[in-house]
């Protein structure tokens, strides 16, 4: 059966890649972005399969109107795909209350009022896949990622929540955790924050760190995707890449340690 996807942030990165996967593998896509003009070649060479216009996830309102656009493309929805989304790279104590917030309403909120908006169909439906694109950061803060990683954090806890909510209409949800991957996320997908200088040296010493780190084809993961959209019961939360894999197994056994090497202390508190 011919599929149809509703993708946000498709036009770049790994929603251009789910985008170009998902039409490859002969299923139509409903794709939306602030801008979606980089998709417009792929939209003509589609023959129709590829509906793309603009959406802010951040506009509640606008999301919910966008959801009934896109399922009167096709006619229904059977993945939906929260891709969208941005970094802001800067310390805590640096981050203004405006890049918080607008930080947040992408990232986190933006994902909620699309699951708010999709469930009722795949509810009437009886089916349907929620993907929601966390990252490998939502394992833990990390150094000037601290507002990044609490946003996919945050996603992460809603999507679980909604995977309970929603598992008895037949709706699946499945948390995907990214690692590093070749899209423009750190250039025109990222906020930065006024440098505070005391934290130079901590700045030098991540950029020595970050500079050792390998990115991949973001069409690598959209395969794998493409493999848990075809399951019949897909992973609630997987991690997408090797190195991403071990970096995430490595904090958890790390977080499992400090766990039970302070439980005598723990169970004092009852």
Not at 34 to 43: C, F, M, Y
Not at 138 to 160: P, V
């Given at each position: ?43 003509a060479a589609s023959a ?65 009022w699309v699951s708010q ?104 993961a959209a395969e794998v ?46």
């Open positions: 059966m011919t599929r149809t996807w509703f993708i946000t942030g498709a036009s770049r990165g790994l929603g251009r890649a789910f985008t170009e996967a998902a039409l490859a593998a002969g299923d139509q896509v409903v794709g939306v972005a602030r801008d979606v003009a980089p998709l417009d070649g792929l939209v129709g399969r590829l509906v793309a216009f603009p959406l802010d996830v951040a506009d509640r309102a606008a999301v919910f109107a966008g959801m009934q656009r896109a399922s009167a493309a096709f006619g229904r929805l059977d993945v939906v795909v929260n891709n969208a989304g941005g970094v802001l790279l800067g310390m805590v104590e640096e981050v203004t209350e405006q890049q918080a917030r607008a930080h947040l309403d992408t990232n986190f909120f933006g994902a909620l908006a999709v469930v009722p169909q795949l509810r009437e439906q009886g089916c349907g896949h929620v993907l929601q694109v966390s990252s490998m950061g939502s394992a833990g803060g990390f150094a000037a990622t601290g507002l990044y990683s609490a946003g996919k954090a945050a996603l992460d806890a809603m999507s679980e929540a909604l995977a309970m909510e929603v598992e008895r209409f037949g709706i699946k949800v499945t948390i995907l955790q990214p690692g590093g991957y070749e899209t423009d996320l750190f250039t025109s997908g990222l906020t930065q924050t006024a440098e505070i200088a005391d934290y130079a040296p901590l700045r030098e010493w991540l950029a020595g760190l970050w500079s050792e780190s390998e990115d991949f084809d973001p069409a690598l995707v493409l493999q848990v959209a075809n399951m019949a019961e897909p992973p609630k939360r997987l991690i997408l890449g090797g190195a991403a894999y071990d970096m995430v197994e490595q904090l958890t056994r790390t977080r499992t340690a400090e766990l039970a090497k302070w439980e005598s202390l723990s169970k004092q508190a009852d």
